[in-house]
């Protein structure tokens, strides 16, 4: 059901800047119909915090919460970045776009994570919370690249409540910013 933005209406509704500056000409018109100029609304309740809960029995199941899909504020921090957003989705596309046989090559000129780096980072994480792990804990050198790593951090990720598939991108791209 549509209804007449009226003046009154707007100010109930804090919509006052919707309405016209001068009041449209009425026209002889059918009670039905919307003329030129007017301006009309349709609501709808989404919540009514004055409906009665219903009884426990029959409750409806609880939400499921939704999933976090941005860094936490505190691990962003004043500090600024080494390099920025811009550069390090380039880096992480380039890389992307490197051939199976480059990435072979990088694996057998020891360009991956060794196993005291991966010790060295194991340690690190330990009796963390699962955000400080992601956020504040940076990954071994040459993690980014490292599958092993990156199954880490998706399955960190999910058990700290983010949306895997977004935060994964911006956990690299993150590190990335911070210069690994």
């Known amino acids: 059901m549509l209804l007449p933005l009226t003046p009154p209406l707007a100010g109930r ?3 006052q800047a919707l309405l016209p500056r001068q009041k449209p000409a009425a026209a002889s018109r059918e009670a039905d119909t919307i003329g030129a100029g007017e301006r009309v609304v349709r609501l709808v309740l989404v919540d009514d915090p004055t409906a009665a809960l219903p009884p426990p029995e029959t409750a409806a199941p609880a939400r499921t919460p939704s999933l976090k899909t941005a860094i936490p504020e505190r691990f962003i921090g004043p500090w600024p970045f080494i390099v920025s957003r811009e550069q ?3 880096d992480l596309n380039r890389d992307r776009a490197r ?3 480059d990435r072979m090559l990088d694996r057998l000129r020891r360009e991956t994570v060794s196993g005291r780096d991966r010790r ?3 340690r690190a994480l330990e009796g963390k919370s699962l955000d400080d792990q992601v956020w504040a ?3 071994p050198r040459h993690g980014l690249s490292d599958a092993a790593v990156h199954a880490w951090a ?3 990720l999910e058990a700290g409540g983010y949306e895997a598939a977004t ?3 911006e956990w ?3 590190w990335r910013r911070r210069g690994l």
């Open 137 to 139: 804990v940076p990954p």
């Open 154 to 156: 998706r399955r960190t």
């Open 88 to 90: 390090a989705v380039c």
């Open 120 to 122: 060295r980072w194991q």
């Open 99 to 101: 051939s199976r046989l």
């Open 13 to 15: 509704l804090g919509i």
């Open 172 to 174: 690299e791209i993150f």
């Open 167 to 169: 935060m994964l991108l």
